[in-house]
C-alpha cells in the first residue's frame, strides 16, 4: 500500500520540522516546500495528497496555494502558531477549509490528518 504524501509549507522552518515529524508519526510521508519554489512547482514536485500550510504565510499566499491545491484535486489543512483560535478560524473560512492552532497534540494531529484526508476535494 503507498503512504500518503503530505506536503507542509510553513513560515517558519522549525515549525515545519516539527510538523513534518508529527506527520511522520502518523505514519505519513511528510515533503517540504523548497525555498523560494511556488506553490505550483512544490505540487508538481511531490506529488502530495494533503498540503499543510501556514495561516501566516499572508492571505495572497493562502490564495495561491488553496486555488493550486483545488485545481490539482487536493485536500488542504490549514494551521497557525501566530493567531488565536478564533482568528486562525476566521481566516480559514475564507477558504471553506479546516484549521488548528499550534500546539497539538499527537494524537489530536493524527485525528485532525485522517479527518482532512477522508474529506471530499471541492472543485
Same mark, same amino acid.
Given at each position: $500500500?503507498?503512504?500518503?504524501?503530505?506536503?507542509? $509549507? +510553513?513560515?517558519? @522552518? *522549525?515549525?515545519?520540522?516539527?510538523?513534518? +515529524?508529527?506527520?511522520?508519526?502518523?505514519? @505519513?510521508?511528510?515533503?517540504?516546500?523548497?525555498?523560494?519554489? @511556488?506553490?505550483?512547482?512544490?505540487?508538481?514536485?511531490?506529488?502530495?495528497?494533503?498540503?499543510? *500550510?501556514?495561516? &501566516?504565510?499572508?492571505?495572497?499566499?493562502?490564495?495561491?496555494?488553496?486555488?493550486?491545491?483545488?485545481?490539482?484535486?487536493?485536500?488542504?489543512? $490549514?494551521?497557525?502558531?501566530?493567531?488565536?483560535?478564533?482568528?486562525?478560524?476566521?481566516?480559514?473560512?475564507?477558504? &471553506? &477549509?479546516?484549521?488548528?492552532?499550534?500546539?497539538?497534540?499527537? @494524537?489530536?494531529?493524527?485525528?485532525?490528518?485522517?479527518?482532512?484526508?477522508?474529506?471530499?476535494?471541492?472543485?
Amino acid at each position: $500500500m503507498l503512504q500518503t504524501t503530505v506536503l507542509v $509549507m +510553513a513560515k517558519d @522552518r *522549525f515549525v515545519a520540522t516539527l510538523l513534518g +515529524a508529527l506527520v511522520e508519526l502518523s505514519g @505519513r510521508a511528510v515533503v517540504f516546500i523548497a525555498d523560494d519554489e @511556488r506553490t505550483d512547482g512544490a505540487v508538481r514536485r511531490t506529488h502530495p495528497e494533503l498540503v499543510l *500550510f501556514d495561516c &501566516a504565510l499572508g492571505l495572497s499566499a493562502c490564495t495561491e496555494i488553496v486555488a493550486v491545491a483545488r485545481l490539482e484535486g487536493l485536500r488542504v489543512l $490549514m494551521f497557525s502558531a501566530a493567531h488565536t483560535d478564533s482568528e486562525a478560524h476566521d481566516i480559514a473560512s475564507l477558504y &471553506a &477549509a479546516p484549521v488548528f492552532v499550534l500546539p497539538v497534540k499527537p @494524537r489530536e494531529f493524527h485525528e485532525l490528518l485522517d479527518r482532512a484526508l477522508s474529506v471530499t476535494t471541492p472543485h
